[in-house]
DNA sequence: AATATAAATGAATATTCATTCATTTATATT
DNA sequence: AATATAAATGAATGAATATTCATTTATATT
């Protein structure tokens, strides 16, 4: 019996992510990621049923990672600005770190892969963060608010700085890098929108 | 000389939108749109000349249409918290009145015709904003930062509302609609955030 | 070392898709 | 009303693209 090849799986995965991050949807062709790969379209096959599927699978599997990776360290017992704080660096830290997945995930939500992917995998997540925030209103540290409002103005910021971050071309001319200074000064403008 | 149908016309950049946003890149062909439109393919060649044009086309109109909505009634010389308010109203108001043509320049962030539209069609809008911007720093109004740190604190936390809202699906399990109750609290906590 | 088994492949195949073409149709101008 | 002109069309055409297949290759097990 022949061994799959763990590291060609590995590649095709890490391929396909920046293939698509870098031509789109519109773009993505089975051939071109075997290209790129330098392997048969045939072993793309073996590993995976059909185009929908590797991508399906390959944003599966990224999906969870990255979450288990942003709940790191996390206690939603804790007090709000410190379990907010211990978000943030999760957060900041799995994007930059992972930068062609994290675009591969942002990408997807505007496709029609969006619900299966966000509507299984995503739920673990949602229900600690969400206990968190409960938490965090039944002590009084914030005032009571839906939890898209909460949602919107503790993350949006930082996801859209990441994104700033990747795009390169920001506002002004000269390309924006996301700094520690920025990151956590506008980790302070937040918290500061929040706590009571 | 017969004259084109406007009308028609009109038809086709309303369905690319449409099917755009319902079947992502992946999906969209110029056979489904002409399907969809109750036209023959042939006709789309009449009005664009290939693919790529009818997308980016469409995305440039759009796009300056949204753009200008977003400035009316905007001038850069109040006071950053009427200025805020009034940018606040503009944008909600055009992203809940052209709920496809938002969610369509949404979509077109992660694909390869950002480039152009944004480079080229968005800059007046960047212009008007970032004088806006300095104007509250200059006259102490709000503390100096970077455009980025600015720009993601003060509208980041909208554009996220308005995802909710069009995508249905929330936090906890029931729908999102954007009420003035929780745009608005939203926007307070915001001024919050930014005001000295 | 021989065997069995699945991996991997290059070259098809079949399908989908963008684009074109030969005609027909509508209408503005005369 | 006749003419000219571009719009609009249905049916191709050819190029991409997804997917399969007949072989070959590597390796775990015997």
Redesign the interface.
């Known amino acids: 019996m022949r061994a799959r090849d763990l590291n060609k799986v590995e590649l095709v995965k890490q391929k396909a992510m920046e293939l698509l991050v870098k ?6 062709t089975m051939n071109k990621l075997a290209k790129e790969c330098k392997i048969s379209v045939a072993t793309l096959y073996i590993y995976y049923k059909d185009k929908d599927d590797l991508i399906l699978q390959i944003a599966m599997e990224e999906a969870e990672r990255m979450s288990d990776i942003m709940l790191e360290d996390f206690d939603p017992e804790v007090s709000f600005e410190v379990g907010l704080r211990q978000q943030w660096k999760n957060r900041a830290k799995c994007m930059l770190e992972n930068p062609i997945t994290a ?1 591969f995930l ?2 997807l ?4 892969y969006q ?1 299966q992917v ?2 299984t995998i995503v739920n673990n997540f ?1 229900i600690t ?2 206990k968190f925030m409960t938490n965090a209103i039944n002590r009084g540290e914030i005032n009571p ?5 909460y ?3 503790a ?7 990441v994104r ?1 971050h990747f795009d390169g ?4 001319g000269k390309p ?1 890098i996301l700094t520690d200074k ?1 990151l956590w ?2 980790f302070e ?2 918290l ?3 706590k009571k």
């Not at 031509?23 to 993505?28: A, Q, R, V, Y």
């Not at 939500?109 to 029609?112: A, N, P």
């Not at 993350?155 to 700085?161: E, G, K, Q, S, V």
Request: hydrophobic content about 45%; overall charge neutral; proline content about 2%.
């Open positions: 031509i789109g949807f519109e773009g993505f675009q942002e990408q939500r505007t496709s029609t619900e966000y509507g949602k963060l969400g608010m839906q939890l898209e409002v949602w919107s103005v993350f949006a910021p930082l996801y859209n700085l700033f071309r920001s506002i002004g924006f920025a000064g506008t403008l937040v500061k929108a929040l």
